[in-house]
Structure formats: C-alpha cells, structure tokens
C-alpha cells in the first residue's frame, strides 16, 4: 500500500497514454490513493469498486464515466472489488498538444471542460454510452486517428451536460509528502494489524498526532473516519476468505470483526447483501458477484 505521486508515460508513438484491462479476478487490487500531473478519464465497463477522487468517496456496481484533473488525488477505482472488473483508462497532459493549443477559439468548450476536471467530473446517461463505445473503438485505431478521435471525446464531454461535479466545494486536497508518508504508515499499520483489535491511540502514536488531531486529520484527507477505513478493509478481505469457501463465523473472526451480528451489519452496508447471501453466490458455479 502507498499513496504517491505517479510519474505517467505516453504510449510508444503517442503523445497520450490509454489502457485497457481486464481482470476476471482483481481481488489483489490494493489501495492506491495517488496523484499525476496528468488529466485521467476513467470508464469501468463491468464491476463494482471505489470511486475516491479528492474529497469524493462513493461506491458503485455499475458503468462509470470519470474525468480527474491534473494533480488531483484519487484511488484505483477497481478496489474492493472480488468479480470480473473492465475498464479503459486515458491519461494525458493537459498541454499534451502544444503549450496553446487548447487556447484556440475552437478548444474554449473543452479547455473548460478541463478546468472543471479538478473537481471530478462524473458522467452519466447518454453521455457516458456514447464515450464508453468511442473508448473501445479507439482500441483498434492506429495512434493518429486515435488522437482525433480523443479531441471527439472531449468535445462529447465537453457540450454534455449530464454530469455532476465530485468536488463541488473546492478543489484544495492539501496533499502533499509529508501527508504521503504519514498515510502510507495508516495503510501499513492497518494491513499488518486488521486481523486484531486495533487502538487508535496506538496508531495515533505511529503518526505522531493526538487521538484527536488524527482522526480531524484523518477525515479531512480521505473523507472518512478510521474506523470506516479498518471495517472497509476488513470487509474486502472478508470477501476473499468467503470465495474460498469458508464459513461466515470463521471469517467474522479472522478478519478482526468479534461480533458476528456487527460483522454482518457493516458487511451489508459495504457490499448490500449479507455475508452468507455473498458467500453462497461465490460458492455457485459461473456466478458473477458484486
């Protein structure tokens, strides 16, 4: 686990780097709250997972249109989930053109567009249809008629107005090195420890904070409490403990959870449906599970 910055590459013969992927079993996906001084626009196809872009935290088992600005922290959008997970990603500088090409008359809309990205742009309905079919056709084309094709996605994005902002109320992350390197310690204490009771002021001391300056700390970069983020983590294990057929009682426990009823509780507020309604659908054949 760490959160860093992200140094990005184009594709060979390209000014911008896209990427497809998918993974049949991405239960390995780790959280990876990072930045790039790259645009990034994200569209999952097929899964569930974690949409955590700035301040933004949300969860979703559907299609999903992202744009994320330049220097905008985000996570891996795939985390958490434990089924078949697609997606095409696009990743660009914002001067990936030329230094004023996007000062052109004709570019307005879209220099815009970019603009807004830094507070996370989500897309939806047709629009979102429209970029998610453009995205796979591009696939195949070679890098020139790619890059058209991209500035058509943009000018989609662009004159869209089916979508909602992430970050409607400012665009500050205050993320910076020293915040990296006291998160990774979090995310490091929580991975070696998640299978026990964990004391806050244990962890609070691993940081250097009192209890209570960690955990204002804490909700303000990643939008919420430590707790939510122990009993997110020990739920997205608890989901491959169930796939590999082991009973909801015994993964209550090995997970860190000490209360089977509770387990449940939080398990269904993360997953919406129960450990053993889970549990049996990974157990059956050919079954795709959120």
Known sequence: MKTSFERILPDEGS?????????????????????????????????SGRCHVGNHLSYFKDEQLVLIGSNVPHGGFGFGAVDIFEQIF????????????????????????????????????????????????????????????????????????????????????????????????????????????????????????????FCTYFKKNLNQTFTDFVNEYRVNKACVLLSEGKSVADVCFETGFNNVSYFGKVFKSLKQESPSSFSKKVSAPSSLVY
Not at 34 to 43: A, F, M, P, R, W
Not at 95 to 110: C, I, R, T
Not at 126 to 144: H, I, R, S
């Open 15 to 47: 000014s911008f780097k896209m990427n497809y992927m998918i993974d049949e079993n991405p239960r390995q996906f780790e959280w990876s709250y990072h930045y790039h001084s790259e645009i990034e626009l994200v569209c999952v196809y097929d899964g």
């Open 90 to 213: 696009v990743q660009f500088s914002p001067n990936f053109l030329g230094e004023s090409f996007f000062d052109s008359k004709e570019m307005e809309a879209v220099k815009q567009l970019f603009e807004r990205s830094q507070q996370g742009i989500c897309f939806y309905g047709d629009t979102q249809k429209e970029v998610a079919k453009q995205l796979k056709t591009m696939l195949e084309q070679a890098p020139f008629e790619r890059m058209i094709s991209l500035l058509k996605v943009f000018q989609t994005l662009a004159s869209s107005s089916e979508y909602r902002l992430l970050n409607p109320f400012g665009t500050d992350y205050e993320f910076n090195s020293k915040d990296q390197k006291r998160l990774a310690k979090v995310y490091q204490f929580v991975e070696q420890h998640y299978q026990h009771e964990i004391d806050i002021q244990q962890i609070a001391d691993e940081v250097g904070l009192t209890v209570s300056a």
